[in-house]
């Protein structure tokens, strides 16, 4: 499978959307739960492939702020979740050079979760390997208005005049500041669609959209995913 694919034209940025841990479980006759338990070995996997490619940025959606309206067992077991694998993961994340970054707004999360998420960014935070992005308690739409709300504070305080907002200014106001924009877009379940993700980011990004559900996607499948990638014309509205 390796083989299939050009080293030299990696995606810079690959963000997922790991969809299909509920249908997972109810096909198997689980509680959902165990399907968000099972999706964070693909996760693991994952993230692993990506470091060994050597991609720059592996962005995935963890948490949006339409998830809160889950059942609340459902809400605290995803939080729960997020808890274990940042312990158990860190150590191997932080020995592979892998820098932590959120996307989203930590604040109305419980005083554990955040003081582990703070932690695990402090650590990694000179690493130089992969970018692990993970959106939590994110939405694309609340963050174009956090944006601009920001941006209109500066303007109030004479940081910055109105003239001088243009793309890249306005890109450095999002969560996700000076990184790339994803190259490629994975949605897991063959679900085709966005669901408040990188509304902004995603400009120019190729979707590959696969039928697996996410605890059964794994690196042959995300090597199949940059195959089709780098078999897409991408000619960013020019002509060639
Ligand atoms: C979508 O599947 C998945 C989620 C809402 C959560 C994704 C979270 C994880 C894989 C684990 C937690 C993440 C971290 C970083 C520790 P769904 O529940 O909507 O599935 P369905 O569409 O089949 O119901």
């Not at 109810?26 to 693909?42: C, E, F, N, Q, V």
């Not at 948490?63 to 609340?72: K, L």
């Not at 669901?195 to 042959?220: H, I, M, R, T």
Request: proline residues 3%; glycine residues 6%.
């Amino acid at each position: 499978m390796l083989d299939k694919i050009n080293k030299d034209k990696l995606p810079r940025h690959i963000a997922i959307i790991m969809d299909g841990n509920g249908r997972w479980a109810t096909k198997r006759m689980l509680p959902r739960i165990m399907g968000h338990k099972a999706g964070i070995d693909s996760l693991r996997e994952i993230v692993r492939a990506c470091s060994d490619l050597g991609i720059e940025i592996i962005t995935v959606y963890a948490f949006s702020t339409e998830n809160w309206n889950r059942p609340s067992e459902e809400v605290s077991f995803l939080m729960k979740l997020l808890v274990e694998y940042m312990r158990r993961e860190i150590g191997e994340l932080h020995k592979n050079n892998v820098r932590i970054k959120i996307l989203g707004e930590l604040e109305p999360l419980t005083t554990v979760t955040k003081n582990e998420i703070n932690d695990a960014i402090e650590m990694t935070r000179a690493n130089t390997g992969l970018q692990f992005n993970i959106a939590l308690n994110y939405g694309s739409r609340a963050e174009l208005v956090r944006a601009c709300k920001l941006i209109a504070g500066d303007i109030l305080n004479e940081k910055i005049s109105p003239d001088e907002i243009d793309e890249e200014l306005f890109s450095n106001y999002l969560y996700t500041t000076k990184d790339a924009d994803p190259d490629l877009i994975i949605r897991t379940s063959g679900e085709q669609r966005l669901s408040n993700f990188l509304l902004w980011q995603c400009a120019y990004s190729e979707f590959v959209f696969p039928d697996k559900l996410w605890p059964d996607f794994g690196k042959d499948d995300l090597i199949s995913a940059i195959y089709e990638y780098q078999n897409r014309d991408r000619r960013f509205g020019t002509v060639k």
